[in-house]
């Protein structure tokens, strides 16, 4: 089944910084790579999400880039603000079953 | 709320109770999802239903674990014999669509087996 893996665990930086969290996957097949923002006592929330026939999307201050040739997928968040601490977890999930699996999470502190 | 709905929020029971997990999806969505999340951790999967369907339920840890989805909308995880190791937030997701999209989580259920 596909494996998640994600770096780094913790990364804390000032605000207006730039934030960049690394996703690898495993399997192939998987299609579908989507990040969700967990804030402290809450669901994880989608922010964005990247299918495999694109390599970048971007959404305002986010954006996630694709790679599927060394099968990893980044987020990055330009202009951090100390809103944006929360817990993301990146995932995978490969076509015809829904079985997303997630990362193990990134926590990210933005200092004022 | 028109969210995903989760009961109880918190539960507390002894080793060996068994407890039952509840999940009220956003109306009409197909796809329900189960997940369980140790804390520090990503949401783990445990089972998945398309309607009424169990499609998926590789996830479940042994079969203490099973879930429910009789008329395709609320879903039940029950856990039998509870043991200490089962602590964790229980989280419940459904989607608009069979495919992969996005997921809509609900705010989990704690359990905490004493």
């Known amino acids: 089944g596909e494996n998640v893996e994600q770096h780094p665990s913790t990364l804390s930086v000032q605000e207006g910084d730039s934030a960049v969290i690394k996703c690898t996957y495993s399997?192939?097949?998987?299609?579908?790579f989507p990040w969700y923002k967990q804030e402290l006592g809450k669901g994880p929330q989608l922010i964005i999400d990247?299918?495999?026939?694109?390599g970048e999307k971007k959404d305002q201050r986010i954006a996630v880039t694709l790679n599927k040739t060394a099968k990893h997928f980044s987020l990055h968040i330009t202009e951090t603000q100390p809103e944006d601490s929360a817990v993301y977890f990146c995932?995978?999930?490969?076509?015809?079953?829904?079985?997303?699996?997630f990362g193990a999470g990134t926590r990210l502190t933005v200092k004022p | 709320g028109a969210g995903v709905s989760q009961s109880p929020r918190y539960k507390v029971t002894k080793r060996g109770q068994d407890v039952a997990l509840r999940c009220d999806p956003i109306?009409?969505?197909?796809?329900l999802y189960w997940y369980r999340q140790a804390l520090g951790q990503g949401p783990e999967f445990l089972t998945y239903f398309n309607y009424e369907a169990q499609q998926d339920k590789s996830g479940l840890p042994n079969d203490r674990f099973s879930a429910e989805r009789p008329e395709g909308s609320i879903s039940t995880l029950t856990i039998q014999r509870t043991e200490q190791r089962d602590s964790a937030m229980y989280r419940c997701?459904?989607?608009?669509?069979?495919?992969?999209?996005?997921?809509?989580f609900g705010e989990g259920s704690r359990l905490t087996v004493l």
């Open positions: 997701a459904s989607s608009a669509a069979t495919g992969t999209g996005e997921l809509f």
């Open positions: 990247i299918r495999s026939n694109v």
């Open positions: 995932a995978a999930s490969p076509p015809r079953k829904n079985d997303m699996r």
């Open positions: 399997d192939s097949a998987s299609n579908y």
């Open positions: 109306s009409g969505h197909v796809s």
